[in-house]
């Protein structure tokens, strides 16, 4: 085993294969697809479920192209589902936690639902305060996708395409998204890739919005869980959780991730930051090296009961991380499970919130000309 180190004192474990190894058959991943219900309309939904032989099953539905179960094992080999969510496509329309879901056009905020484009201004449904939240009153995790499997050589693949009408949502021109779900041969790793075009200038956003929960779903709060982040900045906010502008140094702040720290060691420390987002619910600056375009290690959190370790990879700029701080108790999730404040982090791969409105953020602007591309790695392992 080598390691790389990333600045900051961020280690990487990185396996080396003998060519012996390296010779062997790699495990294969079979993918099932099940019933999944009808939501209100009647429309029907599924489930795509795929496993390989490393014992990680990962299930998708085609309604908001959302992530229902990942189930990995802990270092007994006992297998538990690390996300939150629900069991029928109908409680996922319900549902206003965006569990596990691909969310857009616009993932995060945009200040005071508008923004201004080639000279136009764009107005969009606020649903959050004065703001709009994860691209407006009904995110691409409340449509239906159109679904089918691809061939790939790395493993079995899902692929979700939704076409997102001009206007929709206040967003201009009409906008292809797919979303490509992956699970690897090698490794317990789901890789999502996300493409999206457009016939005329519009902004894009897309992340995956799932809970973890590395001790299992509804098992008790994340607060003993710790994580490592990347990131040697964040972009505070003001009080309706929309970026100042400023990229603020975490050092010496309860922001700095940039060794293990047990989530709830600072979750209620004397900070204005933490005041505002009842807790951790911010974004942070990825160190990135400069001229690259390639998948950086983003984050690393791990559940010291389990053994089970989450890395995630991303192209994109920012992690938004957030720690379940408005989960109440009110959602019932799988097995009947209730979810309580703190019981799930989030760690969504994205651009910078309300980007649009700064023009110092990096660019969310999507050209015809210039179709988006993006890839995010969740990798599991024990330790």
Request: glycine fraction near 10%.
């Amino acid at each position: 085993m080598s390691v790389l180190r990333l600045g900051m004192g961020f280690l990487v474990a990185l396996t080396l294969t003998s060519a012996k190894c390296s010779a062997n058959p790699l495990p294969k991943t079979s993918v099932e697809v099940k019933p999944f219900g009808a939501i209100a309309s009647g429309e029907k939904t599924d489930l795509y479920v795929l496993k390989n032989s490393r014992g990680m099953v990962v299930a998708i539905t085609n309604y908001g192209a959302t992530v229902v179960s990942i189930k990995v094992p802990d270092r007994a080999g006992k297998s538990e589902d690390v996300v939150l969510g629900y069991e029928t496509a109908k409680e996922y329309e319900d549902g206003t936690a965006h569990f596990g879901g691909t969310v857009g056009r616009y993932a995060n905020r945009i200040a005071h639902g508008s923004f201004t484009l080639a000279g136009k201004t764009y107005t969009l449904p606020k649903n959050n305060g004065e703001n709009t939240l994860h691209g407006g009153l009904h995110s691409f995790d409340h449509k239906i996708w159109a679904a089918k499997e691809v061939a790939s050589k790395d493993g079995t693949a899902v692929e979700f395409t939704y076409v997102s009408p001009d206007g929709e949502e206040g967003f201009p021109g009409t906008m292809t998204v797919t979303v490509n779900f992956t699970l690897l041969n090698a490794k317990n790793e789901l890789r999502i890739e996300y493409s999206a075009s457009t016939d005329k200038p519009t902004v894009v956003n897309i992340t995956n919005h799932s809970y973890f929960n590395l001790a299992g779903q509804g098992n008790g709060d994340i607060l003993s869980q710790t994580l490592q982040l990347n990131a040697n900045k964040f972009t505070p906010t003001d009080a309706g959780q929309i970026p100042t502008g400023e990229l603020r140094d975490v050092r010496n702040t309860p922001f700095d991730f940039t060794r293990p720290v047990a989530i709830g060691e600072r979750i209620n420390a004397a900070d204005e930051q933490l005041k505002l987002g009842r807790g951790y619910d911010h974004n942070w600056v990825i160190n990135r090296r400069a001229g690259t375009s390639a998948v950086e290690l983003a984050a690393i959190a791990r559940d010291p009961k389990s053994g089970r370790v989450l890395e995630v990879l991303t192209t994109e700029p920012g992690i938004q991380f957030y720690t379940g701080n408005f989960l109440d108790g009110t959602d019932h999730g799988k097995g009947g499970k209730v979810y309580q404040q703190r019981y799930a982090f989030c760690l969504e791969t994205q651009h910078f919130p309300d980007s649009p409105n700064h023009a110092g953020f990096p660019s969310t602007t999507l050209f015809p000309s210039r179709p988006f591309h993006s890839t995010t790695i969740y990798r599991f392992s024990v330790k």
